[in-house]
């Protein structure tokens, strides 16, 4: 079936370091590919997305790529800070339309 | 301008209790779906409408119904709940089907059954 595999489920990083997380899907029809960040307690929101048909998004600290033919996306965080500390969760579009998840990863930015 | 509206939000049940999860948007959306949410799952879906009248089953259906009677309302039935529902549902909705929009999250039901 369709699924979409995220690594690392957790990642522990310095004030002001960078932090990657990575995601492989396997539906390869699959054109749209949010990023939702998740506090404790609290709703998943949207942090950015990308479409199949560009390879790269910014918006200022963060950033999403895209390999369509290798089926890998990743989210790039920059000059990370303590309240980048959260769940952060990758999706594709599945073949109805609808949204598959990744498990997730908790991100710890240590001061 | 409210957004997506779960109520309620907090529910203890005992087994076998039935209930009814309540979603509503104001953003005219027409795809809105219910998701859950259990500790190092992620979410997954449970079902989904693409429009008023409109239902379809998710990867983890069983246990549940819905209907769209409205665009607006999406309530999410439990049958006869089970200790294996304990979790934190989530609706979400979108302008349209996935893919073209982005969705939008409701603040969670977390439901807890004993």
């Known amino acids: 079936g369709e699924n979409v595999e995220q690594h690392p489920s957790t990642l522990s990083v310095q004030e002001g370091d960078s932090a990657v997380i990575k995601c492989t899907y396997s539906?390869?029809?699959?054109?749209?590919f949010p990023w939702y960040k998740q506090e404790l307690g609290k709703r998943p929101q949207l942090i950015i997305d990308?479409?199949?048909?560009?390879g790269e998004k910014k918006d200022q600290r963060i950033a999403v790529t895209l390999n369509k033919t290798a089926k890998h996306f990743s989210l790039h965080i920059t000059e990370t800070q303590p309240e980048d500390s959260a769940v952060y969760f990758c999706?594709?579009?599945?073949?109805?339309?609808?949204?598959?998840f990744g498990k997730g990863t908790k991100l710890s930015v240590k001061p | 301008n409210a957004g997506v509206t779960q109520t309620p939000k907090f529910q203890v049940l005992k087994t076998g209790q039935s209930m009814t999860l309540q979603c509503a948007q104001d953003?005219?959306?027409?795809?809105m779906s219910w998701y859950r949410q259990d500790p190092g799952m992620g979410l997954r879906l449970i079902h989904y409408?693409?429009?008023?009248?409109?239902?379809d089953q998710g990867e983890v259906p069983n246990g549940y119904n819905v209907s769209r009677s409205t665009t607006e309302d999406f309530p999410l039935r439990l049958l006869s709940a089970a200790p294996s529902q304990t979790s934190v549902y989530f609706c979400?909705?979108?302008?349209?089907?996935?893919?073209?929009?982005?969705?939008?999250f409701g603040d969670g039901t977390r439901l807890s059954i004993l």
């Open positions: 539906d390869s029809a699959s054109n749209y």
């Open positions: 990308i479409r199949s048909n560009v």
């Open positions: 999706a594709a579009r599945g073949s109805q339309g609808n949204l598959i």
């Open positions: 979400a909705s979108s302008q349209h089907t996935v893919g073209s929009q982005p969705q939008h």
């Open positions: 409408s693409v429009g008023a009248g409109i239902t």
């Open positions: 953003m005219n959306h027409e795809y």
